[in-house]
């Protein structure tokens, strides 16, 4: 069982930065492909941002170049580095683990993030 807990988020003008981490807990993360997802109201959650068990990151054609994902598995943290934000970056972000070979997989609850002038 692994425990998510995001944090991060807020309010930021457009142009700006912010850095979401996601803290683990219950089982260490080394075995986990980890990821960022997004769900802006009336959309479907989408993802934003993956990196596997060797830290092979993978993005969102709408966020590359702009978001950066990075993991540190002594820590037990993700993180999402995200600059240049834009009004449609605006979302609930959640994290995610996936167990390797199992399938197995769990959710954080999810921090806001608001792109605004």
């Known amino acids: 069982q692994v425990q998510l807990v995001e944090s991060g988020g807020g309010l930021v003008h457009p142009g700006g930065s912010l850095r979401l981490s996601c803290q683990a807990s219950?089982?260490?993360?080394?075995?986990?492909?980890m990821g960022w997802y997004r769900q802006a109201p009336g959309k479907q959650r989408e993802l934003v941002a993956r990196?596997?068990?060797?830290?092979?990151?993978n993005y969102a054609d709408s966020v590359k170049g702009r978001f950066t994902i990075s993991r540190d598995n002594a820590k037990n943290s993700v993180y999402l580095q995200m600059s240049s934000l834009k009004p449609e970056d605006t979302a609930v972000y959640y994290c995610h683990a996936l167990r390797v070979f199992s399938g197995t997989n769990y959710w954080g609850q999810g921090t806001q993030v608001t792109v605004s002038s």
């Open positions: 219950g089982s260490g993360i080394s075995v986990y492909n």
């Open positions: 990196i596997t068990i060797g830290s092979t990151p």
